[in-house]
C-alpha cells in the first residue's frame, strides 16, 4: 500500500518560514492536499491539489512538489499556525486515501 | 451554512457493535462522496471508508473491511458507519467528511468539509 511520510516535528521561531515535506513514491504523478489541525478541533484544508488554496487561506500559506516530496510552506509564521498538518493523495490504483503520519509545527 | 454533524459514539465493550450517523445540511448531499475517518486519542488521521454520491462504489481500509459497513440515504442527508466485532483499537474521534473533487477530471480527491467528530471507546 502507498505511504506517506512527513517529518514527526519542526519547530520554527516567530516570523520565519516553515517546510513540512511528505515523502512518497512516485508522489508527483499524484494529487497533494494538507491539511491543518488544532487541539480539540476538526481538521481544515489548507492547500488542495498540490498547490491550491481554499477561500479564507492567507498568501503565506503554499504548496508545492519536487521529486518524490511535496513541501508545504507557511510564511511569518505566528503562534496561531502551531498545529499538527497532515498530506493527503488519493491512491488511484487502489481507489484508497492516504494520510501522511502528522508534523506538529511548534512556534518557538 | 455547510454542516456535517455526527452522533451515535459512546462506550461500548469489545466485540460490541455501534452506529454512527451523520447528518449533512447547507449542501446537496447527494451531489458529493462522503467518507469515515477516525482518530485514535494522541495519533494521526486513519481513513476507514468512503461511499460515492450514488452509494455504490464504496472503498476500505484494511482495517475496517469485514467489520465496518458504511451506508447513506440520500433522502435524509445523512451518512452512517455500523461498526461490529469492536476492538480496543477502534477508540478514537471518528468524523464525517465531505469530498471534493481537485481536478475537472475528478480523479483526485480530498477532504474539504468534516464534522466535529464522536467519540467511541471501546473497552470493558
Known amino acids: 500500500s502507498y505511504v506517506l511520510t512527513q517529518p514527526p516535528s519542526v519547530s520554527v521561531a516567530p516570523g520565519q518560514t516553515a517546510r513540512i515535506t511528505c515523502g512518497g513514491n512516485?508522489?508527483?504523478?499524484?494529487?497533494v492536499h494538507w491539511y491543518q489541525q488544532k487541539p480539540g478541533q476538526a481538521p481544515v484544508v489548507v492547500v488542495y491539489?498540490?498547490?491550491d488554496r481554499p477561500s479564507g487561506i492567507p498568501e503565506r500559506v503554499s504548496g508545492s512538489k519536487s521529486g518524490n516530496t511535496a513541501t508545504l510552506t507557511i510564511g511569518r509564521v505566528g503562534a496561531g499556525d502551531e498545529a499538527d498538518y497532515y498530506c493527503q493523495v488519493w491512491d488511484t490504483s487502489d481507489h484508497l486515501v492516504v494520510f501522511g503520519g502528522g508534523t506538529k509545527l511548534t512556534v518557538l | 451554512q455547510e454542516q456535517l454533524v455526527e452522533s451515535g459514539g459512546g462506550l461500548v465493550k469489545p466485540g460490541g457493535s455501534l452506529r454512527l450517523s451523520c447528518v449533512a445540511s447547507?449542501?446537496?448531499?447527494?451531489?458529493?462522496?462522503m467518507s469515515w475517518i477516525r482518530q485514535a486519542p494522541g495519533k494521526g488521521l486513519d481513513w476507514i471508508s468512503y461511499i460515492s454520491n450514488s452509494g455504490s462504489p464504496i472503498y476500505y481500509s484494511d482495517s475496517a473491511r469485514g467489520r465496518f459497513t458504511i451506508s447513506r440515504d440520500n433522502a435524509r442527508s445523512s451518512l452512517y458507519l455500523q461498526m461490529n466485532s469492536l476492538r480496543a483499537e477502534d477508540t478514537a474521534i471518528y468524523y464525517c467528511a465531505r469530498l471534493r473533487c481537485s481536478s475537472a477530471s475528478c480523479f483526485w480527491r480530498y477532504f474539504d468539509s468534516w464534522g466535529q467528530g464522536t467519540p467511541v471507546t471501546v473497552s470493558s
Open positions: 512516485n508522489i508527483g504523478s499524484n494529487s
Open positions: 491539489a498540490d498547490s
Open positions: 447547507g449542501f446537496t448531499f447527494r451531489d458529493h462522496y
